[in-house]
């Protein structure tokens, strides 16, 4: 048997160095609505009806920005710990949503910041790469006309606070998964989990 490397908290806590420092490019100025106005399922009707949607019409792209900002917005500080939706290992969040816009809607990739409280449009810095990531959604989802959520991953955060930190990110994008279908199902929007990993899309903002 392989061995298992589990994640352990650190007895030496590094000091963390705070937020991604992301190629930021402008800042979005649009109203963005609170989605608990459109929700009218109870939580069992949103179980037991939530499914993947294959073929999606579009939606406006402020729908689903304040449905991400539902989810990763911080609820409340305690004890120095940020409060979201969404659990965390250690409350430390350290998943990012990035709105990959559909064609002709927006040309720049929005992320919501949950410690502003802001969407901001970020750089491209490989136009190439993320028209890579858009042949394979259309590969993956042929009839889906819509926007793609990429979750992206702060591995730093979690290794400040915890040995073997991996699991615990992947754990935290599975919560992130799990939320944005049922808020999406209670919003009566379409979802999809597409399986890829993302690496052409964060190589398209990075580099």
């Given at each position: 048997?392989?061995?298992?490397?589990?994640?352990?908290?650190?007895?030496?806590?590094?000091?963390?160095?705070?937020?991604?420092?992301?190629?930021?490019?402008?800042?979005?100025?649009?109203?963005?609505?609170?989605?608990?106005?459109?929700?009218?399922?109870?939580?069992?009707?949103?179980?037991?009806?939530?499914?993947?949607?294959?073929?999606?019409?579009?939606?406006?792209?402020?729908?689903?920005?304040?449905?991400?900002?539902?989810?990763?917005?911080?609820?409340?500080?305690?004890?120095?710990?940020?409060?979201?939706?969404?659990?965390?290992?250690?409350?430390?969040?350290?998943?990012?949503?990035?709105?990959?816009?559909?064609?002709?809607?927006?040309?720049?990739?929005?992320?919501?910041?949950?410690?502003?409280?802001?969407?901001?449009?970020?750089?491209?810095?490989?136009?190439?790469?993320?028209?890579?990531?858009?042949?394979?959604?259309?590969?993956?989802?042929?009839?889906?006309?819509?926007?793609?959520?990429?979750?992206?991953?702060?591995?730093?955060?979690?290794?400040?606070?915890?040995?073997?930190?991996?699991?615990?990110?992947?754990?935290?994008?599975?919560?992130?998964?799990?939320?944005?279908?049922?808020?999406?199902?209670?919003?009566?929007?379409?979802?999809?989990?597409?399986g890829i990993l993302g690496v052409d899309a964060l190589k398209g903002l990075l580099g």
């Open positions: 048997m392989a061995d298992l490397t589990e994640p352990r908290p650190r007895i030496d806590m590094i000091v963390s160095a705070g937020d991604y420092e992301w190629p930021i490019v402008g800042v979005w100025n649009s109203p963005v609505e609170d989605p608990k106005n459109v929700m009218k399922s109870s939580f069992d009707n949103v179980a037991s009806t939530r499914k993947c949607c294959r073929a999606m019409e579009p939606m406006p792209l402020t729908d689903l920005m304040s449905l991400v900002r539902y989810i990763f917005a911080f609820r409340s500080t305690e004890d120095k710990r940020h409060h979201k939706r969404i659990m965390s290992a250690g409350a430390i969040h350290p998943v990012y949503p990035i709105i990959l816009p559909k064609s002709g809607i927006n040309e720049q990739p929005i992320l919501y910041q949950a410690n502003h409280d802001t969407f901001v449009e970020l750089a491209i810095s490989n136009a190439s790469k993320l028209g890579d990531t858009d042949n394979d959604v259309q590969t993956i989802l042929p009839d889906a006309d819509g926007h793609v959520v990429l979750l992206a991953g702060d591995k730093g955060r979690v290794e400040a606070r915890y040995v073997n930190p991996e699991s615990l990110l992947w754990r935290d994008a599975g919560v992130a998964l799990q939320m944005l279908a049922l808020t999406s199902t209670a919003c009566g929007l379409g979802f999809c989990p597409l």
